[in-house]
Structures are given as C-alpha cells and as structure tokens.
C-alpha cells in the first residue's frame, strides 16, 4: 500500500483525461523507493563535487542508493543513530562550503534550483544516512583483527608489485615563538576597531562592507565577514565567550584579542547551540628590527643545543611557544595522519626546503616563516629526528600499514558477502527499463 499512495503522489492530473508524470519509482528496496529525481540529484552533486563515478550513472548511482537503504534497515534494527549534532556541524560546513564556492546564498539556490531551507533538509537527511551507514559498517567489520602470524603471511602472499611504494617521509621537531609585537602597534590596530565600530554604530557604514574592505580573515572578508553556523567548540574560546552571549544584532562587540589578531563581532542569528555571526579582524604588524631580534634569540639556543650545553627537548619546554608541540618535546604532528611522519608536501615549505639537505640529528638555522593556522610569521629553528627514503613498504618499517590494508581487504570482502546474503532476504523490484545494467552485485534482478 505504501508504494502504491507513493506512486499515486508523483503523478499531476490535468483535467479528467490526461496524467503527467512528474517523478517516478524506479527502484523498491524493502519498503522504500528510489525515485528517479534522486538520482538526478546524486548525479548533479557528484558531477559539481568532481566526484567520479565509474560507469553510467543511471546504473551505479540507483545501485549505491539500494545498497545504502540495505544498511539503513540493518541500522533500524540494530537501533544504530547519528549524532544529531554532529549531523547538523558537518550540514553547515557543507552549506558553508558551497556558498563559498558558488559565491553566494542565492547563487547556490539557483544552481540546485531550490530554497537553502529545502537544500538543508536534504543534506541533513543524506549526511544522517551517510553517519549511520559509516557506523552500521564500522559495527559489522568490529571484529575484524588479525593477528601478526596473518599480517605475515598476507605480506608473503603478495605479489611484489601489489606491495606499495612508500614515499619518502621525515620527522621534525621544532622550536619557535612570534617575535614581540610593541605596545604601539596593538594600540594602533584597537583604535582602527573603535573606528569601525562608532561608523556601524552611527550608521554611517555596514559592517559587512567594513569586512569586505579591511578585514584580513580574507575567507569571511568575501562574504562581509559571515562565519556561517557554527557551535560554540568550533571557535577558539576568547572568540566564543563573547559572540554566544551576544544578543542584539544592532550592536557590535568589544574589541577581542585571540591567537589569530584582534576582532569585532556582528550577530547575525542564534539557532539552538549554533549562531552566525561577522566578525573583522585585523593583525598587528610586526617590525623588521623585531623580527631581527627574534632571529637572534634563536641563533643562541640553536648555539646552545649544537654544543651540547643543552637538548633539543629541553630548549622546547623553555623557549618554545608552539603550543601544539611544546609538550611533546617539539615533535610536529602532522594533521593529515595523526602521526609524526610527514612527506615533504605535507610540510609548510620553509620547512621543506630546509630539511631536504639536513641529515638526522641536524638543526636548522632560524628561520621565519608562515603559521598557516593563524596567517602570520613566526621565527623557528627545526631538528631533523629521522628520515626515510623512499622504499617499498616493509613489515619493519610500515607494519602498520601493511596492517591496515589486510584489514581494508578483510573489510571489503565481509561487506560484500553481507550484501550478498541481504539481497536474499529483502524485496526488491526494479522497473524493466532500469534493469538492463552490469551491477556490482548481481542479486538484485531474480
């Protein structure tokens, strides 16, 4: 019956002798439908995402959506759900993304041809269902951990030309502090702020047009200093403390000191335990003679780790103000892995270029370069902890890796196996002129 009502809804009349389909079943997979447009809709964002899709659309797409619906009944069952929250953060992040691409709310309208409400409800939908199966996945290949006895012998069975190459791969530990920025300098860019804010204020000025011309954040400068919805952990707290108890729309913030510069904030609107708000933020500007003396300052504890009058780890935990490395003895970690082993790509290129000629237990000159995280200088010195070459990957070296994918492969074959059996089990009916496909499960035409 539920197919039927689903049917009878996607046909328009037209007075008493004619129908019109507007959309169309294509696909039953248990009780839910596919409809033709949500296939237009998966091709449409694949092909604006640039995501490939390996054989004709019409075929794969319908397939993917069968076998998700496959682990959103198993998910029902097994009472796996998504983290609202969480769904709702990675939903304005997309939303975010795309105004930023398309270059604006409206924009994004008229390119899905629909309201920003309806594209939101959809996303929420989509990435809800894609948390679900990534847990209902993640569920059913939990048991899989096989021993070392197994990674040896899938390592020996492997034909030398499967067994990856690995890319040469370093680990840095590093030393480094913003030169000092003068009393006259901070009060300069304060009394920039208290300008832009008695012009917003008064009227006289927006303060989206004062973002779009002065504010250095140079992302939210383009869309007049809008963050988009964000939840209070997604900012840094100085920032947070004062945008979430903002109230009032009209008014603008005092003048707020983060790690990244100076700001004032704007509300825009508060929804639940997420808000949008404007913010400019202005960086104070650091003097050649500072920067001089910060070289300076490094050049004599690089003096005194080279002469041994003291270790590199211990110069860290005195001189170091790189937070995110100064309680592990100055050893980065890169963000891509989660590990200490970088390619060199992956390093920023000040460091890159120097570490390519060093030799393990080397310590760089000092050196200024670009914090990336918050777009300005700071000076460094770097030690060279290892290296290694480029090499085919090795039970000594990469056992980790070689673990990982011996766990991929027994993942992939479970998985595959699963929908097999689910196929068996669960009703399926595909429209005649939607059947004649090469799928990658077979089961699905009886």
């Known amino acids: 019956m539920r197919i039927k009502s689903i049917v009878a809804g996607l046909l328009l009349c037209s007075g008493m002798m004619a129908q019109s389909v507007i959309d169309e079943v294509i696909w039953v997979v248990g009780d839910e439908a596919i409809l033709r447009s949500e296939v237009e809709e998966e091709r449409l964002r694949a092909q604006y995402e640039g995501t490939p899709i390996n054989g004709d659309p019409y075929c794969v797409i319908p397939e993917q959506l069968a076998v998700q619906k496959l682990f959103l009944h198993q998910a029902v069952i097994d009472s796996v759900e998504a983290n609202e929250s969480t769904v709702s953060h990675q939903v304005d992040m997309r939303l975010n993304y795309y105004i930023n691409q398309i270059g604006s709310k409206e924009k994004m309208e008229e390119y899905f041809r629909k309201p920003s409400s309806d594209i939101r409800a959809e996303m929420m939908t989509t990435v809800r269902n894609q948390m679900i199966i990534q847990q209902m996945q993640s569920k059913l290949t939990s048991n899989i951990k096989p021993t070392p006895a197994e990674i040896r012998r899938y390592y020996n069975s492997l034909p030398i030309d499967s067994i990856p190459m690995m890319p040469a791969q370093v680990e840095v530990q590093i030393i480094s502090f913003e030169p ?215 039970l000594t070296d990469d056992f980790q890796t070689i673990k990982s994918m011996l766990e991929a492969q027994k993942g992939q074959e479970l998985l595959h196996d699963w929908i097999l059996k689910k196929q068996k089990t669960t009703y399926v009916q595909i429209a005649p002129e939607w059947q004649g496909c090469d799928f990658e499960y077979p089961g699905w035409v009886h």
């Open 180 to 394: 000092a920025v003068p009393v006259e300098e901070t009060e300069r860019i304060k009394q920039r702020l208290r300008e832009f804010t008695e012009r917003v204020q008064s009227g006289s000025a927006e303060f989206s047009m004062l973002a779009r011309l002065y504010s250095e954040d140079t992302e939210s400068a383009k869309r007049g200093g809008e963050l988009g919805f964000v939840g209070k952990g997604q900012l840094v707290p100085e920032f947070a403390e004062v945008a979430f108890n903002m109230t009032d729309p009209k008014r603008v913030s005092r003048i707020v000191q983060t790690e990244y510069g100076f700001h004032i904030i704007q509300l825009i609107e508060k929804k639940g335990d997420r808000i949008n708000c404007r913010h400019i933020l202005l960086r104070p500007r650091i003097s050649a003679t500072d920067k001089v003396r910060a070289i300076e300052r490094l050049d004599s504890i690089r003096q005194l780790v080279t002469t041994d009058s003291m270790q590199f780890e211990q110069a860290v935990v005195r001189f170091s103000q790189d937070k995110n490395t100064v309680m592990n003895a100055g050893l980065m970690i890169n963000p891509n892995t989660g590990s200490s082993k970088f390619e060199y790509q992956e390093l920023a290129p000040e460091i890159a270029k120097l570490i390519y000629t060093m030799q393990e237990g080397d310590v760089s000159q000092p050196f200024v370069m670009m914090d990336q995280t918050k777009n300005r200088e700071v000076c460094a010195i770097v030690r060279l902890k290892k290296k290694t070459d480029v090499h085919r990957a090795n």
